[in-house]
């Protein structure tokens, strides 16, 4: 018989970076009885072939906030769980090639600033300096972004979930959910099948 639990505070479907963050930072605001089901393994979806871009700037303050809370969580994760992230700060650069880029860019650096992103405009021999491939020769201007990185998706998954399990999430592979129950307009559990056995956790 399957050990899973047939009651639970929360059911997060999916392990990929989306559930196991959902799960982790649940667990870290004080939620017990956490269940997260995977059909297969964590990371098998989309995660494991994203880019793992991390570009803190967005389009409003609250998603860059959000942006820039996964940037500096994605910092401290490793330490943190023990698992390795493949975090590497290496920062973003924009550049302009037209007068109508040119104001574009400098618009995006003010925006930065207002959000408290760090930002620099940076000239030609900056940009060299920073990043030697690129050409300069037709620049008009460039904004650099030392916060922003790249990671390793998977990784980041997988962090989440260790972070998860010490914080007492319960993850389980091989789970595929059948069904979502509801009752009028609200989620009452899911109906879940491990190995040709079926369960019901509400």
């Known amino acids: 018989m399957s050990a899973l639990p047939r009651h639970a505070r929360a059911v997060v479907i999916g392990g990929g970076v ?13 939620w017990t009885d956490i269940l997260l089901l995977e059909r297969k ?22 998603m860059t906030r959000l942006a820039k809370y996964s940037a500096d969580l994605y910092r401290r994760l490793e330490a943190e769980t023990g ?11 924009t550049v ?3 007068e109508d880029r040119r104001e574009e860019v400098r618009r995006q650096a003010s925006l930065a600033r207002a959000f ?5 405009e940076v000239g030609p021999e900056e940009v060299k300096a920073l990043y030697p491939h690129v050409e ?20 980041i998954a997988m962090a989440l979930a260790r972070g998860a399990r010490m914080k007492g999430v319960k993850i389980t592979e091989g789970a595929k959910v059948t069904a979502v129950t509801e009752s ?7 109906d879940w099948e491990i190995d040709g056995e079926q369960g019901h956790t509400s």
């Not at 408290?116 to 620099?120: K, L, R």
């Not at 300069?136 to 998977?154: F, I, T």
């Not at 009028?184 to 899911?190: A, N």
């Open 116 to 120: 408290g992103i760090e930002v620099n």
């Open 83 to 93: 698992v390795a992230t493949g975090f590497r700060m290496v920062g973003s650069l």
């Open 184 to 190: 009028g307009r609200k989620v009452t559990g899911v």
């Open 136 to 155: 300069v020769g037709d620049m008009a201007a460039a904004v650099h972004l030392p916060g922003d990185g790249q990671c390793d998706p998977a990784n």
């Open 96 to 98: 302009a090639l037209t």
């Open 41 to 62: 393994h964590l990371t098998c979806g989309t995660t494991w072939h994203a880019a793992g871009l991390i570009g803190q700037l967005r389009a409003n303050e609250n």
């Open 18 to 30: 989306s559930g196991c963050s959902v799960a982790y930072h649940l667990a870290e605001r004080g």
